[in-house]
């Protein structure tokens, strides 16, 4: 049972080397290249063709002077590199809605923008863009680093080692265990943490799910190739309540077994005479 668990963690660690496949497999090809040019549009300063494929529901009043906000906000030159850093389809029965981000790099700085699409009666149609100007990049403001954590980091680094080893080792003493009966459940309680506890590593920021499991106690999570590492903890109740019981259990497999060799070696009764 080592040896699973063992080979589990290394199915889990495997299954997010692929991650940036699986993310680029979920880009909507046809609307990335028609969001970009939306994007190199407004940097050119067209904003003929921003008003021609914007959705006139959704056309503000001020569009005008909101595009030329948003041109200033370019970086001078051309782009270095575009990524796409976001993507999320919703499909309903009237439309389906894209909403696309992008991470530029310029030689002086970096850029974030977000388009908005509409697919509506074979139309599509442009429902909003927003830039925001960055210093640095998504991918270096949210990799794994100690530059700059605070005492709370290093708390749940610990933690995020303590507590799946500490599961494990309960989840060893458990199958080892004589149990009188009902012994998967045991196992099923003693191997998830309960409660989690869900910690953004980039920003610091964090939430708990009072209502909820995680396997082992421990979750890591980077759902985008620039996402932030999000580390779950689990609070191991079900292994504490176990290694708090674990003699009572045993004391209890020990009278049953007892009870179960005396019914062996009793004699058995005498027919009785007929009457």
């Not at 067209?46 to 030329?68: G, K, T, Y």
């Amino acid at each position: 049972m080592i040896r699973f668990f063992a080979l589990l963690l290394a199915a889990v660690c495997l299954s997010g080397c692929d991650s940036s496949a699986l993310f680029d497999s979920l880009v909507p090809k046809e609307e990335s290249k028609i969001a970009q040019d939306v994007v190199a549009k407004v940097a050119a300063r067209d904003f003929a063709a921003i008003d021609a494929a914007m959705d006139p529901a959704q056309r503000p009043p001020n569009l005008q002077e909101a595009l030329e906000k948003m041109a200033v906000m370019v970086p001078a030159g051309t782009p270095k590199s575009v990524k796409v850093v976001g993507t999320n389809t919703m499909r309903s029965s009237a439309a389906t809605t894209y909403h696309l981000t992008y991470e530029y790099e310029y030689p002086s700085g970096w850029l974030v923008a977000a388009v908005l699409l509409e697919r509506r009666d074979d139309k599509l149609l442009l429902q909003g863009i927003n830039f925001v100007p960055r210093t640095q990049s998504l991918e270096s403001e949210n990799s794994f680093t100690f530059a700059g954590k605070g005492p709370l980091h290093y708390v749940v680094l610990v933690l995020a080692v303590a507590i799946p080893l500490f599961v494990i080792y309960a989840l060893v003493l458990c199958f080892r265990t004589r149990f009188a009966k009902r012994k998967w459940l045991w196992v099923l309680f003693v191997g998830v943490g309960l409660m989690q506890f869900n910690f953004n590593w980039a920003s610091g920021a964090w939430n708990v799910q009072p209502v909820s499991f995680v396997l082992l106690g421990l979750g890591v999570v980077k759902s985008g190739p620039v996402a932030p590492w999000v580390v779950t903890l689990g609070v191991p109740f079900g292994a504490i309540i176990f290694l708090i019981r674990r003699r009572e259990l045993q004391r209890l497999a020990a009278e049953a077994a007892e009870s179960s060799e005396a019914a062996k070696v009793a004699p058995a009764p005498l027919p009785q005479p007929p009457q």
